[in-house]
């Protein structure tokens, strides 16, 4: 079948990402014997008018649309991600009879509303596997009826092979998104057992995790750096769970220090010591980011994390006595969160950031259907919209604690410290100039190690954005 696929991600905060999750399907649905085109909107100056071209000129027999995000998840300034599907599927539809199947992040958080609310005909959710090929055939066969829309697995083998690094240069413009400092998504691994009770993860991949071999996740980096990267990045649900995983992942790629960089901002405190950021080191991992969450007990509890403040305290000490600089990642506004638990959390990071740290705080929580969470919400009234509505972004704010006073006592954390970042805060508009000329000015991934230079610089300007 001639088959066309839509990365329409044009999210450009933090940064632009690379739309690896389309890729990968859109080179499994080739491998499967499909002529697959791809229209990435990413850099598009007329998303609309490309889309009319693509269609013009593929003639599609089905149209997939890989769907990332969601929406912007910051409180303080919501915005919407998926606002443009209902129209995009109606433009597909006025322009050709082809099937649309939607898959990607977002679909697996919220599958059967992304169906109904963009009038897609499939939602995938999970790995682009033999469940997306089967789908295909079907299609292609004329045995599979668009009649009823429906969710279906991406992969029902329980066990997906999709190529770790797809061939960027045969699907996107790559050089576009090396030239914005973006990194190489890298997994290593899929699903989450762990239980968070704010996360969407072990919905999105399921609750096995389902590991890659580590010889195989470097060879896939060989590949990556044969297409001209340096930069690549982990991005698994949690990178450093099971930790064995990890150290042998960073033992494969030891051997490619040099001609490649690594990150990761998925590091669970609870298994993050010595041992690893050893073995990090030695890998060349250049910055790593632990999503602490919180420095409260109580807090923690509330979220369900399995680990305390004593774990927090653990793994600060260990990531101090190592040189790779951290973002130490903050969720504030959990049950339990008052005043006096957001001031121990803000001190602790004030303590564990050192020069060339940073501290990403993001106030609220995003709730989504079917996490325990949005059961609290409901439990304490807080939470009336039925799942369907929740493509609407809701968030989770402790009663113990007003919004607006939690968001002041951040906002004044990070007057006065340039190394906090909050999260929906916008980049000054000469962080997005500089993120379209970094490349070029030879800066490197990660962009978040220049933030608190360029904050400074603006504070003695006295310019506020
Ligand atoms: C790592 C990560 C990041 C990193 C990305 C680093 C990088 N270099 O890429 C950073 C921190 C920068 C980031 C930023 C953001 N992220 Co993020 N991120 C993730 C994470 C953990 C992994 C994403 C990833 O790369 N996976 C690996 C790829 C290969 O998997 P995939 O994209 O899912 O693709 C597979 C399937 O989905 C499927 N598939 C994909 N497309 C299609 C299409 C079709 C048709 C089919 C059939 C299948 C299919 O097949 C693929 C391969 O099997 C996910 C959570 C998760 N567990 O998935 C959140 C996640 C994607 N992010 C999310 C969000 C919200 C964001 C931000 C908007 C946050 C913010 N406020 O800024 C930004 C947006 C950035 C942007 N420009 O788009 C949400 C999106 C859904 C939502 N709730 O809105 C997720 C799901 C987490 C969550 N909270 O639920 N993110």
Redesign the pocket.
Known sequence: MNIL?I?P??????????????C???E??AEAGHHVTMLDLMFEKNPDAALSRAIAGTAPEAV???????????MASPAS??DFLPGMVQKIRSLSSAPV??????????PGELLRRSGAD?A??????NG?TG?LQRIADGTQSAASPAVLP??TAGD?H?PIVPDYGRWINSGRYRAAM????V?TK?G?GFACAY???GS??GKKVKRRGPAEVARAIEKGIAQGFRDF?????VFNFPKEHAIAVCRAIAPLRGQARF?C??LNPLFLDDELLTEMERAGFNAI?VTVESASDKVLRGLDKGYGAKEVRAAAAAVSRHGIRCMWLFMLGGPGETEETVRQTLAFAEGAMRPGDMGYI?CGI?L?PGTPLAQTARAEGLLAATPDEMLEPFFYCSPAIPFPAMQNMVEDAARRNPQFHI??ERHPRFANSLLKIGGLLGLR?PLWQYSPMMKRTLNVLSFHP
Not at 101 to 110: C, D, H, L, N, R
Not at 124 to 129: K, L, M, N, V, W
Not at 182 to 185: E, I, K, L, N, R
């Open positions: 696929f990365s991600n044009r999210a450009r905060t933090p940064l632009p990402v690379m739309p690896a999750g389309a990968i399907a859109a499994v649905a997939c649309i890989s769907v990332r995000n969601i929406d912007n998840n910051a991600y998926v199947i939607i898959g990607g992040g977002a679909v697996g958080v919220m499939f995938i959710t999970g790995d682009a596997g997306f789908l991406g992969s997906s999709t973006a990194s190489v998504p997994r899929s989450c996360c969407t993860y999105i991949n990045e982990f991005v698994d649900d990150q901002l998925e980011g993001t995003r989504y999260a929906g991934p």
